[in-house]
């Protein structure tokens, strides 16, 4: 089937799903259940004959704004609705704010990663949620004197001091996928300001930024490991894994030790030493997977 037969035969088949509610509309045509082709074309917007052409793969180019009309007509859920513009061969319509929030769906998986430090980060890499072996590890990012930015690009591309390190190669590979997800990330969140400042700043302020944003260079985040360098536990190796969540665009950044290393038992008196030490309660609630509430995003860039 063409991609034309698969755009008709996906509107016939969310037309069939919706119960009709002004069958009998003259010229509909419709036999069996679900919506006439009449009735959605009047809440369409469209004549009878051109959602006949479409649900027959005779017309080859809807218009973005007759694509809109038909997703609203046929109730489409976001997924739906990106996988219409797809079959009729348009980019998927962009969204207007980058989601700052954690589903309690992901927060129950955060909870159940137990012994490793994981960061939850949003689509722009500002960290909106962290654990306690995370703060214990890299710095508690809710204390008085912590650094105002928590966005990984801003402070990566700033050389802003930090307790990760990264071979040469390493940093490429990772510069590269960073500025990549935040390209793709100005496309489909277009009218987001706080994107738009931060892109803007990198731009002014980092040199390689500003190089590998106007390059277009793609790049993908891969498993690695990397060199914590803790003030009192000394250098700790980690893995250091990247999650995509779809659907809300959240970076998971998971950091584990390998069992039965002394990099295992110093990750593990870091977290002892985390869940003992007293939080104020602001911080608790702050960043506390489970209470269903991120960090506040913090305003990046000059």
């Known amino acids: 089937m063409t991609r034309h037969g698969e755009l008709g035969a996906a509107l ?20 069996g259940p679900g919506m006439g082709r009449a009735e959605l074309a009047r809440l369409a917007g469209l004549s009878v004959d051109h959602l006949t052409r479409l649900e027959q793969g005779r017309a080859t180019m809807p218009s973005s704004q007759v694509l809109a009309s038909l997703a ?44 490793a430090a994981v960061g939850v980060h949003d689509a722009t890499w500002s960290l909106i949620a962290w654990n306690p072996l995370w703060a214990a590890l890299l710095g508690d990012p809710a204390r008085a004197d912590a650094s105002p930015c928590r966005n990984v690009a801003w402070r990566h591309f700033t050389a802003a001091p930090s307790r990760v390190t990264r071979t040469p190669e390493q940093a490429a590979r990772f510069e590269t996928a960073l500025v990549g997800d935040l390209r793709a990330a100005a496309a489909r969140y277009p009218t987001d300001v706080e994107l738009r400042s931060l892109v803007a700043g990198l731009r002014r302020s980092s040199t390689r930024f500003a190089e590998l944003w106007t390059s277009r260079y793609t790049g993908s985040h891969e498993g690695e490991w990397v060199t914590v360098r803790h003030p009192d536990a000394g250098a700790v190796a980690v893995d250091c894994d990247v999650i995509t969540v779809p659907g809300c665009d959240l970076r998971i950044i998971a950091q584990s030790a390998r069992p039965g290393t002394p990099d295992a038992e110093a990750l593990a008196r870091l977290g002892a030493l985390g869940a003992a030490t007293p939080q104020d309660p602001a911080a608790q609630t702050a960043h506390a997977f489970g209470d269903g509430r991120g960090q506040e995003p913090v305003r990046t860039g000059p």
């Open 12 to 31: 016939h088949r969310w037309r069939d799903r919706i119960a009709s509610t002004g069958a009998g509309l003259p010229g509909d045509g419709a036999v």
């Open 72 to 115: 609203r007509a046929l109730g489409l859920d976001d997924a739906e609705r990106r996988h219409l513009f797809l079959l009729a061969g348009h980019a998927p319509p962009a969204t207007d704010l980058v989601p700052r929030t954690v589903p309690p769906s992901v927060r129950r998986l955060l909870d159940g990663l137990a012994g």
